[in-house]
C-alpha cells in the first residue's frame, strides 16, 4: 500500500487523486484547499503533471542503482498513458523488470505523475526490508517532512539536447526522527524530486542517496530514476 495518505492533524486531507495513488485504491472524494498544501507538497503531488502528454503515449524512465551498502543495478521503469473512452488518463505503471518487477494497478483520472509514488512505494519496501522498521513509519516520515521540512529551489537539468527551467525538492524524513537510532544508518539519507513543466510527464529525476562518512565520499547507497524520454513511436511534442 502506498504512502496512504493521512495529513498531520493540523492540515487538510488530500484530493481523490493524491488518496487514490498513495493508497493504490479508489476512494471517496474528499475536500481539499489547494492552499492547505506546502509547495513542495503541490510541486511533488498536486500539479497536473500529465497535462503535456497526450494520450495515448509511453515514458520511459532509467532506474540506477550503486554504493556499497547493496549490490547495484541498472533497469528501466515505463508509464503508459492512455485514455478510457472519453476520460483522460488513465495510467498504467511498469516499475522494474523481472524478479524486480512491482506490481501496480491502473490508476484512472490520473492528473499528477504518478510515476514518483510509485518510486517511494519501493524506497519504503526496501526500508523496512533492511532495517526491520515498519512501512507506515517511515511513510509517516516522508509526510510530516514533505509538509515542514522540504526545501524548494529552482534549478537548471538538461534534456534532449537543451537546458530547462525546473524545480528540486529535496528532504531527509530521518536526520530529525526522535527514533532516527534505530535507522542511524539511514538518517542521512536524502530524497530529491527534480520537476520541470517542460518535459513529458512532467517529472525529470527522483534520487535517493545515503552519504558515506566525508561530504567528500561518494554516496553509499544511491538509487536514480532519470526521465529517458517517450517511448519510441509516442513522441511527444515539449514546449519551448
Known amino acids: 500500500m ?3 495518505l493521512t495529513r498531520p492533524p493540523h492540515r487538510t486531507v488530500a484530493p481523490l487523486l493524491l488518496s ?3 493508497g493504490l485504491t479508489a476512494v471517496p472524494v ?3 484547499d489547494p492552499s492547505e498544501f506546502s509547495r513542495a507538497e503541490k510541486l511533488v503531488f498536486v500539479e497536473h503533471q500529465l497535462a503535456n502528454v497526450k494520450a495515448p503515449a509511453s515514458l520511459r524512465y532509467t532506474y ?3 554504493g556499497s551498502l547493496e549490490p547495484g543495478f ?3 521503469v515505463r508509464i503508459d498513458v492512455k485514455r478510457k473512452g472519453k476520460v483522460c488518463c488513465t495510467v ?11 506490481a501496480l494497478p491502473e490508476i484512472e483520472e490520473a492528473q499528477a505523475n504518478p510515476v514518483i509514488l510509485y518510486f517511494l512505494e519501493r524506497d519504503i519496501r526496501e526500508m523496512e526490508r ?8 517511515f511513510r509517516k516520515r516522508i509526510r510530516m517532512t514533505m509538509v515542514d521540512e522540504a526545501k524548494v529551489r529552482d ?10 527551467d525546473a524545480q528540486e525538492v529535496s528532504l531527509t524524513p530521518y536526520e530529525t526522527d526522535p527514533l532516527r537510532a534505530r535507522f542511524e544508518t539511514y538518517a542521512q539519507k536524502r530524497y530529491t524530486f527534480v520537476l520541470a513543466s517542460t518535459v513529458p510527464g512532467g517529472v525529470y529525476q527522483v534520487r535517493t542517496a545515503v552519504p558515506g562518512a566525508l561530504p567528500s565520499d561518494a554516496p553509499v547507497l544511491e538509487e536514480v530514476m532519470t526521465l529517458a524520454g517517450p517511448v519510441a513511436g509516442n513522441k511527444q511534442p515539449s514546449k519551448k
Not at 534549478?155 to 530547462?164: A, D, F, L, W
Open 2 to 4: 502506498i504512502l496512504a
Open 20 to 22: 487514490a495513488l498513495f
Open 30 to 32: 474528499l475536500a481539499a
Open 64 to 66: 540506477v542503482r550503486s
Open 74 to 76: 541498472e533497469d528501466e
Open 92 to 102: 498504467q505503471g511498469s516499475f522494474l523488470t523481472g524478479e524486480r518487477r512491482m
Open 130 to 137: 533492511v532495517t526491520k522498521g515498519k512501512s507506515g513509519y
Open 155 to 164: 534549478t537548471k537539468v538538461s534534456y534532449e539536447g537543451r537546458e530547462v
